[in-house]
Each structure stands twice: as C-alpha cells, then as structure tokens.
C-alpha cells in the first residue's frame, strides 16, 4: 500500500498562474482533506470531503476549489495564485465512523508563489 | 469554536533529557486527541491518540494523558533521543458521528530539537 501520495513535490509559480494538485490515497477511505500549513500557525483546513461527489469548505477555502470525482482522488485547484497562497499543502484521509479517527497523511507538495 | 494551544517553542534539549509539551484545547462535548509528529521533509504521522477523558496515550516512549477537568493532553517522554528531533503538533477532532466530519484543529506545532 502506498498510503496518501501527492502529486507534484514542489512547484513554484507566477501570480496569476493557475495550478491542481492531486492527492490519492489507495486506502478506501471516505473521507479526505486538504490543508494548508504555515510558520507558527499549525495546519488549517481549506476543504474536505466526506465521500465520492461531494465536497465541503473549511476553515480556510477562499482562493481554493476541490473536486472528488473518483472515491481514491481528492484534487485542489488553485484558478489565479496569489503570493499569499505560498505554503506546504498536505492531503489527509481517514476511513468514516466511530473509532476509526485516525488521519492519514500525505507527503505534502511545497508551493511558492512569486 | 475548537482550538487547540501548544507551548512557544522551540524546545532545545539534550539527549536523555526530560520532554514536557504543553497542549491545552477549548471544544464543545467530548473531542478524541492526538498528537501528530513531522519529521523533517516528511507529512504528519499520527504519534499517539486518546478518545475519552483519563485516557492514556502512548508510543514508543511517548504519553499522554487526557485530562477533561483541565483540557489538557500534554505530551511526555523520561529520555529524549537525538531521532525525536521534530515538529510535534496537539490536534483534537470531533466526534465522527455528528457532522464534523472528524476534522481536526491543529496547534500551532513546536519544534524539538535534541542534541548529542
């Protein structure tokens, strides 16, 4: 099993540019989530999902989109890059219900913004 | 709403030295808490859990108690160990049977560093 895999690594960008990352997670798992992490602030949450088709936003979502279109893929659009969206992004899933509440997570994708 | 507030960092100490992160949270009804661990160049891997109040936590050294009546879970080890050099982040999640979803709040993450 791979896990949560994140396409790409690192990728740098102009402002304006748009951009999706992809996250995948061979798992079976339900739900899946993307976040943002940032010096001294932890990591926050941009969208989630809770199954295939459907999606959510959280704490941070504007600048962002997300589909689900297949159970095992979670992507994160980024339509006009703003400097402000420099980060390392990480993708999450965890399998639904009670006691499995365990996140697992990706690798994570450095993206700058220039 | 949730939050979770870990101790300022960083945490420099030497190896065998004593661990002590703070981690106290805010939440309505009975959240599960984690601690996650980030090795450098690496995601988060789940380091240790606990689901309901006096609670346990433990892994390979490392514990953590759940403590309702101080909304607490500090993270513990006896002796450190160069390899625990890290980013160490308190997390709590909701309950998955409500609509939260199992989202989880993130402290603000504190780096230990251990030296020989």
């Known amino acids: 099993n791979a896990g949560v895999t994140q396409t790409p690594k690192f990728r740098v960008l102009k402002t304006g540019q748009s951009m999706t990352l992809l996250c995948a997670q061979d798992m079976n798992h339900e739900y899946m989530y993307w976040y943002r992490q940032d010096p001294g602030m932890g990591l926050r949450l941009i969208h989630y999902?809770?199954?295939?088709?459907?999606?959510a936003k959280g704490e941070v979502p504007d600048g962002y989109n997300v589909s689900r279109l297949k159970k095992q893929n979670f992507l994160l659009g980024l339509e006009s890059a703003a400097p402000s969206q420099t980060s390392v992004y990480f993708c999450?899933?965890?399998?639904?219900?009670?006691?499995?509440?365990?996140?697992?997570f990706g690798p994570g994708t450095r993206l700058t913004v220039l | 709403g949730n939050s979770v507030t870990q101790m300022e960092g960083p945490v420099t100490l030497s190896e065998e030295a004593f661990l002590t992160i703070n981690c106290t949270y805010t939440?309505?009804?009975?959240?599960?808490l984690f601690w996650y661990v980030q090795y450098p160049g690496e995601g988060l891997q789940l380091l240790l859990k606990a689901t309901k109040a006096d609670d346990k936590g433990s892994n390979k050294g490392f514990e953590a108690t759940y403590r309702k009546e101080t909304t607490s879970f500090h993270l513990e080890k006896g002796s450190v160990q160069v390899s625990d050099s890290a980013v160490y982040f308190c997390?709590?999640?909701?309950?998955?049977?409500?609509?939260?979803?199992?989202?989880?709040?993130f402290g603000q993450g504190t780096i230990l560093t251990v030296h020989p």
């Open positions: 999902s809770v199954g295939e088709g459907t999606t």
């Open positions: 997390a709590l999640s909701d309950r998955a049977g409500g609509t939260s979803y199992g989202k989880l709040t």
């Open positions: 939440a309505t009804g009975y959240p599960s």
């Open positions: 999450a899933s965890r399998a639904a219900g009670v006691g499995t509440d365990t996140q697992y």
